[in-house]
């Protein structure tokens, strides 16, 4: 079965710092992953996908993820974290042999402290 | 082009009482999802339509949950009686779905309606 896992619940990193939220998966066919990020009382916004090609993704609002095939990760990074990238991010894995189901991992709450 | 729009925003109910929950998705949108989240988890596939036929629903209670997507566009979600484990948002989500190459298509949420079944 398909599956994502974000291991940290929470992430806390300085503004200006470099932030990591961490992602890896299991398919068992090609990996098509995406990245969401859920701000209090709204839906899921799209940021970035993965679905072939370079290994390095650039999505909206200066992140990017870097896809890892041997280490079947797919971790969402910014160079420069902002108070408000303060949010709820939630990695996904799409399943194309399952009518293209999507997948959520459990998410990692990102605080971005002044 | 307008995003998923849903209504209500917000919903309180007694438990045992029913309710419906409606979706508008974008426009020309052939894949409608329905996901329910609860506080601190990701987002669970409740439903899944193509037009407006049932891909996917395995993972829907069907002794109380129903949903509907009869003309292919709008859809409807109800629960009938609620319990106080349906507390919840709910999220309806759509794509492109073409029928070629579908794995490629993003996913688009409109702001879910939060429920609280009491």
């Known amino acids: 079965a398909q599956s994502v896992a974000q291991p940290e619940d929470q992430v806390n990193v300085a503004e200006g710092n470099p932030l990591t939220v961490k992602c890896t998966y299991s398919?068992?066919?090609?990996?098509?992953l995406f990245w969401y990020v859920q701000y209090p009382n709204r839906g899921l916004q799209f940021l970035l996908k993965?679905?072939?090609?370079?290994?390095l993704v650039k999505g909206s609002y200066g992140f990017e993820a870097e896809f890892n095939k041997s280490q079947t990760s797919f971790h969402l990074k910014k160079p420069s974290a902002l108070v408000s990238d303060s949010a709820l991010y939630f990695c996904?894995?799409?399943?194309?042999?399952?009518?293209?189901?999507?997948?959520f991992g459990s998410g990692t709450k990102l605080n971005v402290k002044p | 082009e307008a995003g998923v729009a849903q209504s209500p925003r917000y919903k309180i109910i007694e438990k045992r009482q029913s309710v419906a929950f409606w979706c508008n998705p974008i426009?020309?949108?052939?894949?409608l999802y329905w996901y329910q989240q609860i506080l601190g988890q990701g987002p669970k596939l409740l439903i899944q339509?193509?037009?407006?036929?049932?891909?996917?629903d395995s993972q829907l209670p069907k002794d109380r949950f129903s949903a509907e997507r009869l003309k292919g566009v709008d859809s409807t979600l109800k629960i009938q009686p609620a319990k106080l484990e349906d507390s919840a948002v709910y999220l309806c989500?759509?794509?492109?779905?073409?029928?070629?190459?579908?794995?490629?298509?993003?996913?688009?949420f409109g702001p879910g309606t939060r429920l609280l079944v009491l």
């Open positions: 398919v068992s066919g090609n990996p098509y």
């Open positions: 996904a894995v799409r399943d194309e042999n399952n009518f293209n189901k999507f997948y």
């Open positions: 993965y679905i072939t090609g370079d290994n």
């Open positions: 426009s020309g949108h052939a894949t």
């Open positions: 339509f193509q037009n407006n036929g049932v891909v996917d």
């Open positions: 989500a759509s794509s492109r779905n073409k029928r070629t190459l579908a794995f490629r298509e993003t996913q688009y």
